[in-house]
T-cell receptor
Framework: ETGVTQTPRHLVMGMTNKKSLKCEQH?????MYWYKQSAKKPLELMFVYNFKEQTENNSVPSRFSPECPNSSHLFLHLHTLQPEDSALYLCASSPLTGGVYEKLFFGSGTQLSVL | AQSVTQLDSQVPVFEEAPVELRCNYSSSVSVYLFWYVQYPNQGLQLLLK??????LVESINGFEAEFNKSQTSFHLRKPSVHISDTAEYFC???????????FGQGTRLTINP
């Protein structure tokens, strides 16, 4: 248990559905991240939030909409996804210690399948 | 920009044999270096890191990695592997001063009895 909890663990959705992924951390961290892990590809950073403010959007399509209501919670709202969006979505958190990723904690991820 | 290359996508070894997982990187600025491990059905966990100082770093479960600046490498080694080391291993770099972590594609380590 890393202190970062993601729900649901598995999600199957159609291309016209709307769903949300949830991430929660109680580590006192001020930065939260969404990563996408596809088969045969490196992990891709999607979004970064520092103190609830989005500081990075790595050219992510608008069908992915993040939300960070407070430093402990992070959501990823999904709508009109494509089959190629099927992947493992990982949430992570870290303290803001000068930009060094020495304390990056990952959740177990949500395995998303888009039909 | 930074990039990370893990030269082997899969490495099968026998239990108690030594193993080396290779990682090379490219960057125009100084970087910090990391190895993460992902056990089946779990998220990534930090295995070890190089920030500064001694170029040889060790983890609590017997892995070690050596930073070689001239060869821009950060290979991961273990002298004797165990079944429980079966996992996917990711090399990553972070430019100093930047809130950014760039991962390699991962190496799947399979331990055979």
């Amino acid at each position: 248990e890393t202190g970062v909890t993601q729900t649901p663990r598995h999600l199957v959705m159609g291309m016209t559905n709307k769903k949300s992924l949830k991430c929660e951390q109680h580590l006192g961290h001020n930065a939260m991240y969404w990563y996408k892990q596809s088969a045969k590809k490196p992990l891709e950073l999607m979004f970064v939030y520092n103190f609830k403010e989005q500081t990075e959007n790595n050219s992510v399509p608008s069908r992915f909409s993040p939300e960070c209501p407070n430093s402990s919670h992070l959501f990823l709202h999904l709508h009109t996804l494509q089959p190629e969006d099927s992947a493992l979505y990982l949430c992570a958190s870290s303290p803001l210690t000068g930009g060094v990723y020495e304390k990056l904690f990952f959740g177990s991820g949500t395995q998303l399948s888009v039909l | 920009a930074q990039s990370v290359t893990q030269l082997d996508s899969q490495v099968p070894v026998f239990e108690e044999a030594p193993v080396e997982l290779r990682c090379n990187y490219s960057s125009s600025v100084s970087v910090y270096l990391f190895w993460y491990v992902q056990y089946p059905n779990q998220g990534l966990q930090l295995l070890l890191k190089y920030l500064s100082g001694s170029t040889l770093v060790e983890s609590i479960n017997g892995f070690e990695a050596e930073f070689n600046k001239s060869q821009t490498s950060f290979h991961l080694r273990k002298p004797s592997v165990h079944i429980s080391d079966t996992a996917e291993y990711f090399c990553a770099v972070s430019p100093k001063g930047a809130q950014k972590l760039v991962f390699g594609q991962g190496t799947r380590l399979t331990i055979n009895p």
